[in-house]
């Protein structure tokens, strides 16, 4: 099987070549990524804790699910395709907010993306894959914004970010 290729953009979002997802973070370079917020009439936000096995960010908790699009893909159609991959079923998905962010890890790999943040609502329990996620749960926006204030080392680099600058996004 192939390994699975990013889309290179520039800073205006525009695409500029593909490479393999570990070269493109290994070398820090600016791809094309997005980030699915789901929530239900609650104005409960769904978390997933990523499987512990994955080569960055195991462990930790984060939005409903992110990844990659893949080349010639919207956003929408990679926020639907992946949703249901990690989590097991799909919602209608609209565009947000999108922001350019870097973070490097422990493991000497660095997320550099231009993400574009979905949202989404949903009133049922995911059908987690547990080749992708540990766990999930639903959380207070409120609840969400303060545990990471209070316990950062538990959530993924992206989501503290969109948390921080974007917080007021996240509704619908």
């Not at 409903?64 to 395709?81: L, Y």
């Amino acid at each position: 099987m192939e390994e699975e290729k990013v889309v290179l953009v520039n800073e205006n979002d525009e695409q500029i070549g593909l490479m393999p997802k570990l070269e493109a973070h290994q070398k820090a370079v600016l791809h094309r990524a997005f980030s699915v917020f789901v929530l239900n009439n609650k104005n409960e936000l769904m978390l997933q804790q990523r499987a512990h096995h994955k080569y960055h960010s195991p462990g930790l908790w984060t939005n409903t699910c992110c990844s990659h699009q893949r080349d010639g893909e919207s956003n929408i159609q990679a926020g639907t395709r992946r949703l249901q991959e990690e989590m097991g079923f799909t919602t209608s998905l609209k565009n947000s907010v999108s922001f350019i962010y870097k973070a490097p890890f422990d493991n000497g790999l660095t997320e550099h993306e231009y993400d574009h943040v979905l949202i989404g609502t949903y009133e049922k329990d995911p059908v987690i894959n547990p080749d992708e996620v540990a766990d999930w749960k639903w959380m207070a926006i409120e609840d969400v914004k303060n545990d990471i204030s209070t316990f950062p080392q538990h959530y993924t680099a992206w989501f503290k970010i969109i948390f921080e600058k974007f917080y007021s996004h996240i509704t619908l």
